[in-house]
């Protein structure tokens, strides 16, 4: 173990009900049950600075020239329509010109230009960002979202789940890897900029809680078999999971999802579309102390018409992460909430006017951008650059690993760590990162605040 | 010679701790690694996953201490000196590590002897093995009797046999492991507890050597036991064993337990309501057999067991396994076929591993496709895991702490797919899969697990080579996996369990039954629906869930039908079914998109990539690997909030076009209750209940419609539903 976990104490919050089971099953005059106990009432780790992480993920990638990297200098057939970058409130950082209202609060946030990895294609790119592995092994990893729902389970005690995705979650691969689907996030599906939010399970505007109630009775006292089998070990579970779930629906969590109680200006300060209102929910989430959500915005693969179809996307982004960003400023939680956006890859720099493309771009992975705020990330930085072109990463490569064990790091998480394997083996949280201590490699210290 | 009654001492402990009184130390034996140092290193856990085990250590020893060899290399030869001073031994760094309180495991006391112990061995020159004469031979567990007390504690003897005939008691330094805690529970050292009635076994290693013992805890009954005359030899084993036990088996369930069991079983479908009326009304005495006989040559027989193919096969289109659509498309269809035809198991088997051409038009290729990385090795490993149960897999990191499966066999059997390549065509995703047979394979034959020795001729594809070792008859494995894989699909846990982790340390619950089971396999064909009728017609896999007072303990025995929660496809399918709403399933990516036709269940999705959030939530497989476990049927806190509250469930039940039909058509509120309770629960509701739903729709919710979708909600969100039982 790293000599992080001594100082975190890590060893002492992160011993998950799977390793109790393990221990119990596999060691042999280890823990006893009373060192156990011990073990997990200890306090939540105080030197973490971030407790929620907001993964605002651009789904299909979007090309970071138009967006936190122009490049005016290279001509039309990089550029495009977008001649004109602009200043941001930080000298010497500038944002592409559809982004206005993100370039006013450039000091909150810092600009990553040097993002790269080798994967192509969105399924193995997906893959690299989110779980920051290489794609390829013998084992499927979690992705991001799960580890912190896996390392914070006894930390976090809300009655929402721990890792949330508005609205629908990843459909590339098996984002829970080898930890189980219990893992997986909890999408909220529905559409949250309409008059009838639903969440599935949790916010149901077709029964009443009268309703609820009747069928509640009429369940128990139909519930025969369970009667028979009360002893059962699988029933008393069943029983307990019941009365929680109807804690949920009949009580507080459902007021989480309540974005009607969202007054007109902050609503449309985040703008009334999709994206604007999953940013104004996932807000709401990390306010009642959910540790990972992640808004998944989609519709970025643009390989055709490009540009018509950013002049429709950047405005509702900038919108959205803008007042997202200010928000959380606004209400003292940015300071422990990580912010991070940005897609599987970037897209081509050049583009490909000719049919039957017609001005779009493809996908691009040698080099894109992603912007972190929050939980401990200075703001008004820039980490790595790229060439006059946008094509190749000049300064300083931040691999999705690095990225990800910075913010494992910044919850606290020690990014060397280990997860559960899924048949008793040995797996590490992030294998392919090298915990290196030379500047410009490895965990993103230079935007990073120190305990 | 002041230093003379020191080392005497020092000698006098070394050996004492390793070797037991009945065999005093040789005199002027020098301690050698081998002997003294090595076991204590696993021992106290030096060459942990956390700690000298761990890839990011810099003193790196061998997990399990599966390399002696290795690690002797590491602390002695390779690094020049740096843990071992020959010159001042006491100042090795090895010896003043543990002198500084490393590791923390140890107290003081047994820290300053561990230390002295490995200053002594480095003095006498830090020797390898001294006695080579001492070879291993085997590790052997023993108990005076192996028919244990329930709730006494025993202590486990472990000796190290060597080839000279001679004997060590190495008991304090083995790992101790129980098959089944409830059974038998490892307290701390050799010492272990005696808990439920039960059969198991413990199995121990040392120094990377393995032995299982197998141990019986008995209990005492007075309760009457069937009679093991039975017709069905499945019962006769099984019964005899719980006889043996003291534990008595269950009841056979009711008939309406069997017809729902039945379907879900074999179809993953709950009965029609006029399959139950029927089945009820029957007083055909063979009426449960001639069931069984109709569903295993159902089409809906056929999807079911293509799922359970497709979960083992990886078929998914896109990541990990990468097929594409139109590749599952034509997998699927092979495996349809296949289990339509009930094509025996061999040439199943081999019809997979042994196939050429395009993905499109040779279905089975896809078989060595469905790999993110197609590596020889990974693909013997993949093979292992479906086919022959073992988990090679853990060896390409590390050695397996279970058991002792040679890494270079397994490597070996990669020898057998180097041939394999790939190329595509100017079809969109088209890709050829053919062997190479004029390549040069450095190795030229193959020792198998069994032990046999395979040749791999030049010029002939060597596929061929290893589906002959593999179905043949007298392979230890190939039968034995699928018979078991049979069992517990049909009664929730194997004979062998987990069903593909067969190893020596993890021996049947009950062999005679395995083997009984093998035996009908090749005695008739590699027929597996012959295997399906004889298990599903046998008073084992008819009793109730319902435990009595002796065998409620029982999880392992089939003494009663276990409790297990209906899969993610069967639940879904069974609200649509009632609720005459069907989903709608496709998938986006990868391209071509994918769109199932309306009406299409769950339980037929052939593609892994065609999901939704519930099969998800519900623990559906994510075909990323082949092991049964990946399908998940825990219960968890948000199904049951989603099965209670989702408009998924809830909006289907007051919509139901079924429910509203029913509802107009039995306008007698008892006839209502009775279709409502056939349809969901299989059954007609008992006196009791009837009175309490009727009640209900009569002064609780008196709008017809919504009443009984209240009523269906109800009895959907009951135990009796959400478990196969």
Known sequence: MSNLNDKTGLTATTIGRRDFLRMGAFTIGGLALGNFLSLRAAQPNKLALAKSVIYIYLDGGPCHIDTFDPKPKAGKDYCGPYKTPINTNVDGIQIGEKLTRLAKIADKYSIIRSMTHNYFGHETASYAVQTGTHPGGQLVYPSMGAVVAYKKQQEYTGSLPPYISVTSSNSRFNEAGFLGPQYKSFATGGEPEKDNFIVEGIVNNNITDQQINNRRELLHSLDTFEQELAQDAEIKKMDSFRDKAYSLILGDAKKAFDIHAEDDKTRTRYGRTRFGQSCLLARRMVERGVPFVTVRSVGWDTHKQHFERMDEMLPDLDQGLSALIEDLSARGLLQDTIVICGGEFGRTPKILWEPPWNGGRGHFATAFSYLVAGGGFIGGKMVGATDFKGEEVIERPVYPWDLIASIYQLLGIDPTGTLPHPRDGFARVLPDFKNTTQPGNGILREIMKTV | MKWLPVLLLSLIVVFMTVRSQEEPAEKGVKPDFVNDIYPQVEKNGCNSANCHGSQGSRLKLSLFAAFPAKDYDVLVKNPGGRYVNFVEPEKSLLVRKIKEGHPAALDVIQREQLARELELWIRNGAAYNNRPELNFKELRLSLPDTILKQGAK?????????????????????????????????????????????????????????????????????????????????????????????????????????????????????????????????????????????????????????????????????????????????????????????????????????????????????????????????????????????????????????????????????????????????????????????????????????????NMPAGEDWRQAYADWLTSKNNPLFAKVIVNRIWYWLNGRGIVNEPDDFRDTNPPVNPELLSYLENELISHNFDLKHIFRIILNSETWQRSSIPNRWNQNDHALFSHFILRRLTAEEMIDAVCEVSGISESYSSNVPEPFTFMPDGFRAGQLYDGTVSTSFLEMFGRPSRDVSYEKDRNNQLTSKQVLHWLNSSQVIDKLNRSPNLKEISDKFSDKEKLVDEVYLRILSRFPSVQEKEKAKTYLEVKNTDKYKGTADLAWALFNTAEFMYNH
């Open chain 2, 154 to 454: 025993y202590r486990i003897k472990a000796e190290a046999v060597f080839n000279n005939g001679s004997k060590t008691d190495v008991s304090a330094y083995c790992h101790f492991e129980s098959q089944d805690n409830e059974v038998i529970s490892c307290l701390s050292g050799n010492e272990i507890k005696a808990g439920h009635a039960g059969y198991t076994a413990v199995w121990a290693r040392f120094a990377y050597h393995f032995a299982t013992i197998r141990l019986m805890v008995p209990q005492n009954t007075d309760a009457k036991f069937p009679d093991t005359q039975t017709q069905n030899p499945i019962d006769a084993v099984v019964n005899a064993q719980l006889k043996r036990l003291g534990i008595p088996p269950s009841e056979r369930c009711s008939d309406e337990i069997f017809v729902r069991r039945t379907y879900l079983n074999l179809t993953g479908l709950l009965p029609l309501s006029g399959a139950v009326r029927a089945f009820l009304e029957s007083k055909d005495a063979r009426k449960r057999s001639e069931l069984i006989e109709t569903l295993l040559n159902s089409d809906n027989f056929v999807d079911f067991q293509v799922l359970k193919w497709g979960d083992l096969l990886r078929c998914k289109a896109e990541y990990p396994s990468n097929l594409w659509p139109n590749a599952v498309q034509a997998y699927a269809r092979w495996m349809k076929e296949a289990v339509r035809s009930n094509k025996p198991y061999d040439r199943f088997a081999r019809e997979l591993l042994v196939s050429s051409g395009s993905n499109f038009r040779s279905p089975t290729v896809n078989f060595y496709r469905a790999f993110q990385v197609r590596d020889p090795k990974i693909i013997s490993e993949s093979a292992g895991l479906i086919f022959l149960g073992t988990r090679y897999e853990c060896a390409r990191c590390h050695a397996n702490p279970k058991t002792n499966l040679i890494r270079n066999s397994q490597n070996e059997m990669g020898a057998f797919f180097t041939q394999l390549r790939y190329k595509s065509t100017n079809e969109w995703k088209e890709e050829i899969v053919y062997p190479e047979t004029d390549v040069k394979g450095s190795v030229k034959q193959v020792t198998m697990p069994d032990g046999a020795i395979v």
